[in-house]
């Protein structure tokens, strides 16, 4: 069974500092894929990223970069000199290739950006 | 523009009067889903659709129902609704693909409260 783990339920951090965001994944399946979305405070789920479990190279898009390690299950997030419009909760998902098309979402971490 | 539509976004109702919300998708996706958000529980899944007349339960389908008649029309119907499912609802939808791997796309939400 797949399961995604976010174990910061909230970070607080003053702008210009860099955070990272963790997401620790279980599955099974030797192919799977990763997303991480984006809910500002309006409300609204928004895509920032995938990566399949072949591609290890990480990502950078910005001031965000992604950093996935199959050795420790990981596919953590870093915001690099955070600003007030990065608070939001982020949510990391895991869909394994195999079986029903249902994704698995950690219960997401809360980024609150003071100014 | 591509887009996931859902109404009504806002909702105030009694326990036991049926209601349904609609989602519609202009993209032409294969695959449409039902969440709902709760504090503290992340996103869990509700319904969700392969294609045309092709629905299946997710990880919290008790009492809802849904229907996809039609390929860019997926609504969530809820016969008799209890205070309980007072939550905020998703409808997504995603290019299933080859392997299935497509992000998914969210509507707006809708904010559904059961007094």
């Known amino acids: 069974a797949q399961k995604v783990t976010q174990a910061q339920t909230e970070i607080s951090v003053v702008e210009k500092e860099d955070v990272t965001l963790d997401c620790v994944y279980e599955?099974?399946?030797?192919?799977?894929?990763l997303f991480w979305y984006k809910q500002p405070p309006s409300g609204e789920l928004v895509f920032l990223i995938r990566r399949n479990s072949f591609d290890e190279q990480n990502e950078i898009s910005g001031r965000y970069s992604w950093n996935f390690q199959k050795s420790t299950s990981s596919f953590n997030f870093t915001i690099t000199a955070s600003q007030v419009v990065d608070s939001a909760v982020y949510f990391c998902?895991?869909?394994?290739?195999?079986?029903?098309?249902?994704?698995?979402f950690g219960r997401g971490t809360s980024l609150i950006v003071h100014p | 523009e591509a887009q996931v539509t859902q109404n009504p976004r806002y909702l105030i109702t009694v326990t036991g009067k049926k209601l349904t919300v609609t989602c519609s998708q202009n993209?032409?996706?294969?695959?449409m889903s039902w969440y709902r958000q709760d504090p503290g529980l992340g996103l869990r899944q509700i319904y969700y659709?392969?294609?045309?007349?092709?629905?299946d339960k997710g990880d919290v389908p008790e009492g809802y129902k849904v229907s996809r008649k039609e390929k860019r029309n997926f609504p969530l119907i809820l016969e008799s609704p209890s205070p309980n499912q007072t939550s905020l609802y998703f409808c997504?939808?995603?290019?299933?693909?080859?392997?299935?791997?497509?992000?998914?796309?969210f509507g707006e939400g809708s904010r559904l409260t059961v007094l």
């Open positions: 993209m032409n996706h294969e695959y």
């Open positions: 997504a939808s995603s290019l299933m693909g080859l392997t299935g791997t497509g992000e998914l796309f």
């Open positions: 659709s392969m294609n045309v007349e092709a629905t």
């Open positions: 599955t099974r399946d030797t192919t799977y894929y």
């Open positions: 998902a895991l869909k394994e290739s195999g079986g029903s098309y249902i994704p698995t």
